[in-house]
């Protein structure tokens, strides 16, 4: 038993622990001694003393989209937010008032009921809670900037069970470092996000090439990228249609569609596609359509780069492979008008996000799959400025370090003393056994 628990408490053996267990990732497969389904912040303070009293690892869930599943520790207490999902809008203020549990498709519907949004990912059951605190990146982020630079405000329980509000006034050290920095300081409990005005609708552009032509398009559509309007968020992707390589390039827009058709001809003049698809969406449409492909219990590896600039050896690169699907996001605009030193979040300045990743159901193809998205990544590898903190699936330090400067790992590691001076919070992207934060 817990003190003061009103949550609920699963243990091998019970009904719904196996499920409860169970991420976004199937090659993890670990087994807590003990799932804390908390019910409130109060069961969230006492499942993390019951944790540190007993001496067991702790890990926090919230949607459990991490690709090394750092949540579900083996043998020790997982502390599941799932419970904590409510989303409370006011369209007035423009403010949402959003548990650390909830999943960003409830983020969405509530803000879409008035016509707002905030800055929020791709797939709707991913966690508000992990990506947040790793940044945040979506189709409104040229807009209106990072999930993370969207937070008014925190309610956080750090190590000591002490409850926080962090805000830019109310510690602004840990209001840094929970912007981009990952949960290495405590539990999020609550987020308090600023809304905006984006309307209901959406569009999607692609442009279809054959894999032999594209490189002519790609280097087209990046000369575009100067007079590219925010509301547009350009594309490029390699993918397989009926077993053959092709090449897409594309752009979503977030808004009116009819301004946004007004880039298709300049678009279309690039290249010679063998066909286009023009898609009208309403934004709850656009914020759900990858979640079937993202859907979980498969088995997953990604790699990922940024760059600041996008050469023609690296739009070589890119397509040399068609094997394997890639994606190259146009970042700038709201992104790179924070300074680089107001957030643990890095690499403001890239120009192109760069992914790639894969997913099977059979085991014993692990190796081979993670091994050849591995050397597709690789090529890209001369061209890059380092990656995005949530697409690290590699459990090793030399990722962090390319996730981040010298000079914010410190300050980093300087937070870490502070609030966690006893190093509770070890499964977080940056402090993973051999990773670079510790107590």
Known sequence: MIAAFEGSLLRPGDAEYESSRTVWNAMVDRRPAVIARCASTADVVAALRHGQAAGLEIGVRCGGHSFLGLPVVEDGLLIDLSRLSSVQVDPVRRRARVGGGALLGD????????????TAGNVSHTGVGGLTLGGGIGWLARQYGLTCDNVESYELVTADGVVRRVSATEHPDLFWGLRG???????????EFRLHPVGTRALCVDLHYRLEDAGTALRGWRDLFA???????????????????MATIGYVWVGDPREGLELLPSYQAVGRPVGQTVRHLSYLDLQTRSDDADRHALRR??????LRTLPDA???????DGKHPGRLTLNGGAIADV????????????????TTGDDWTDPDEDDARVAATRAYAAGLTPYTSGTYVNTIADADSAAIHRAYSPAKLAALQALKHTYDPTNVFTRTPLNTPGRVLSA
């Open 181 to 191: 920095g990952g949960g290495a300081f405590g539990v999020v409990t609550s987020f």
């Open 314 to 320: 690296a739009i070589d690169a890119f397509l040399a």
């Open 227 to 245: 007079g590219t309007p925010r509301q547009a968020t350009p594309v490029a992707r390699v993918t397989q249609v009926n077993g053959r390589p």
């Open 107 to 118: 983020l969405d519907v509530a803000a879409q009921r008035y016509g707002l949004a905030t």
């Open 339 to 354: 300074p680089d030193d107001a957030t643990a979040f890095s690499h403001r300045d890239a120009l192109i996000e760069f």
């Open 301 to 306: 590896y990604c790699k990922g780069h940024y």
